[in-house]
């Protein structure tokens, strides 16, 4: 068992929003429930990428927090591909579910001028766009792919989750990601992308709701929960590695 779990926060901290507040604590939780101290380092956007992502490559888990816009998109955008090619364990929440896609659809669909409309309102491609409705302190019902690694941690196919974000993946750009690897497995009951996922042993989930809101020190929420066990694992994995 590690002495303790480092888990890359890349975000710009600010001890007034709810989130950044939740995450840590949600952190916290998992590593009671699971016997291992964990702690949560804040990755700060306009620094990420200091010494050739230094700071990130030093943590084992890495996730991009709410709280948007960053102080550098680019900074969060090279950590995220970090994590995605690197195999790092990796989780994104509101923020960083729409910086998730940003960063595939840049890297790997070819998308170079996908843009974000928060920050680039006059994009030719706004990737990410304003929602029908704003989802700011609004709970809604998720349904889940089964055999997904969400519905995997859930343990069924509909979960009850909380927003507070007014962008989101613009359906006319939803296309684009059919041929690719990253997967959506949630969807709002109208339809709306919720939650998307690449395949295969290593974590790596994003979701526009912010399961951090919902989890709390008794019951930690069970997508986070684990998240954390496959930073565990990977980081067991590492260390039986011969050197």
């Known amino acids: 068992m590690p002495e303790t779990l480092r888990i890359g926060l890349i975000g710009d901290h600010d001890p007034q929003v709810a989130a950044h507040v939740a995450i840590p604590a949600s952190l916290e939780a998992c590593g009671s429930r699971l016997g291992v101290p964990i702690e949560a380092r804040w990755l700060p956007t306009d620094r990420v990428r200091d010494d050739e992502l230094r700071d990130a490559r030093s943590c084992d888990g890495l996730w991009c927090v709410p709280a948007s816009p960053y102080r550098s998109a680019e900074g969060a955008l090279a950590a995220i591909h970090h994590a995605r090619t690197q195999r790092v364990p990796y989780l994104g929440t509101c923020g960083g579910f729409q910086h998730t896609l940003l960063e595939y659809a840049r890297a790997e669909l070819g998308m170079a001028g996908a843009a974000h409309a928060e920050t680039d309102p006059g994009a030719a491609h706004p990737l990410i ?78 979701t526009l709701f912010q399961p951090e809101l919902s989890s709390t020190s008794a019951t930690p929420h069970p997508l986070i929960l684990s998240y954390v066990e496959a930073v565990l694992r990977h980081v067991m994995r590492r260390v039986a590695l011969p050197s």
């Open 129 to 206: 766009a304003p929602l029908a409705c704003s989802m700011v302190g609004v709970t809604g019902n998720i349904r889940i792919t089964p055999g997904s690694r969400a519905s995997a941690a859930y343990g069924r196919d509909r979960a009850t989750e909380r927003y507070h974000c007014n962008y989101g993946l613009n359906p006319e750009f939803e296309t684009a990601f059919a041929g690719g690897s990253l997967r959506v497995t949630g969807r709002d009951e109208e339809g709306g992308v919720r939650i998307v996922e690449l395949p295969g042993d290593a974590f790596y989930v994003a």
